[in-house]
């Protein structure tokens, strides 16, 4: 049986945000750009650079590389701090004003399972940069987010291995999302559009299996 490979610690985000964009980018390969992501970019540059400093007796690692063989994730931590007593604190920093949402926390929460593993002790929080607003918002790593964690690991690897993209929904989120034009959402989200959208998929499929018989 072939090893699968492992999933992006990013993936997390874009998933708690919205399945179908994680589909998109990660069982599909789609990405675009749009305002809100170059700046974003824009914004990780201070941290896209390996570099090690020290602040207030603190070793801060930027950029630092993270793994875990037991939840198959790979990915990279922003910052990482490592204090005089033992404690490791990821921080993840983010474009935008400082705000409360689940996508944030899976993926600094994910940063602080690897980082457990890789170093052998406890890390029970971190935090989220917010760029914009220069404020942290601490997250704790309680047992209710790292299930969260580890059932968006499962259905990410479902996803991937059965080659599924979540259907759209047309919300909010929607307008502001890279991926829009892509993704149609007021177009495949409706039901007047949703059987036409099942039926061409269905096609595409059976002309794969023609292709592969």
Not at 122 to 136: F, L, N, P, Q, T
Not at 160 to 183: A, F, Q, T
Request: aromatic residues 8%.
């Amino acid at each position: 049986m072939q090893e699968e490979e492992p999933i992006l610690i990013s993936a997390l985000a874009q998933y708690g945000y919205c399945t179908r964009r994680c589909g998109l980018m990660h069982v599909e390969q789609l990405y675009e750009e749009n305002p809100y992501t170059l700046m974003g970019a824009r914004g990780h540059t201070q941290v896209d650079v390996e570099d090690v400093v020290s602040v207030r007796g603190a070793r801060i690692e930027r950029a630092l590389p993270l793994w875990s063989d037991r939840l198959g994730l790979v990915g990279r931590a922003d910052v990482v701090e490592f204090w005089p007593d033992g404690t490791i604190y990821p921080v993840e920093y983010k474009h935008g004003p400082r705000r409360h949402n689940l996508f944030d926390a899976l993926q600094v929460c994910a940063q602080g399972m690897c980082l457990e593993e890789m170093f052998g002790c406890s890390v029970e929080k971190g935090a989220i940069y917010h760029i914009s607003s220069r404020r942290r918002r601490e997250v704790l790593f309680t047992e209710e987010l790292r299930t969260k964690v580890l059932e968006a690991i499962a259905d990410i690897r479902d996803m991937i291995r059965e080659g599924r993209v979540p259907p759209p929904v047309n919300d909010k989120r929607c307008p502001n999302c890279s991926l829009h034009d892509i993704c149609m959402p007021e177009v495949l989200a409706t039901g007047r559009f949703a059987w036409h959208a099942k039926a061409l998929y269905r096609l595409e499929e059976m002309e794969e299996e023609e292709d592969e018989s």
